[in-house]
């Protein structure tokens, strides 16, 4: 039981790591570059890296933070037809949706990885990064989305009919 409760602890953990702390800590780098950004060029000569970081930053922030909304459930939702429905209906709609979903992440995964795995060769310009690493988040976001659409789908798949809310 011991092991089970260290090895939930530390998926946990990995999870945070994933959809808190690197967005958290990319969102900071793409701050602090900013303004990097902001000052040289208004005090000095205008430099080139601090914009591209930025935008690398931006990538896994958006990316990888919108895996944590998913978890909560706070992305924006225009619901009207769904609010208005039986919670039966609901439970289909969400169904539908989740296995839409699920088809979709599932077809653009190997294309997207073999993108992501074509694109080491480049670098980018000033800070000579390669641009897989500016991609691999996208690699993040489909894998973790799966599992959890997945997971929706199963836990709607096991209520009983009637069921109810979520």
């Known amino acids: 039981m011991r092991e089970q409760s260290s090895l939930k602890k530390a998926g946990m953990f990995f999870v945070n790591l994933i959809e808190l702390y690197i967005p958290i800590a990319t969102f ?42 998913k978890r909560m459930n706070s992305h924006v939702a225009f619901s009207m037809v769904y609010d208005l429905a039986k919670p039966e209906t609901q439970r289909w709609m969400r169904l539908a949706g989740n296995l839409l979903m699920a088809v979709a992440l599932i077809i653009v995964y190997v294309p997207s990885w073999e993108y992501v795995q074509f694109m080491a060769y480049k670098k980018s310009d000033a800070l000579r990064i390669p641009m897989n690493w500016a991609y691999f988040p996208f690699m993040i976001f489909l894998t973790d989305m799966i599992v959890r659409v997945v997971i929706d789908i199963v836990k709607d798949l096991k209520k009983p ?6």
Do not use: D, H, N
């Open 28 to 69: 900071v780098v793409l701050f602090l570059s900013f303004m990097a950004q902001i000052v040289a060029r208004y005090f000095f000569k205008p430099l080139i890296w601090p914009e591209e970081l930025s935008l690398m930053c931006f990538v896994w922030t958006a990316l990888l933070g919108g895996l944590y909304a």
């Open 161 to 166: 009919a009637g069921g109810g809310e979520k």
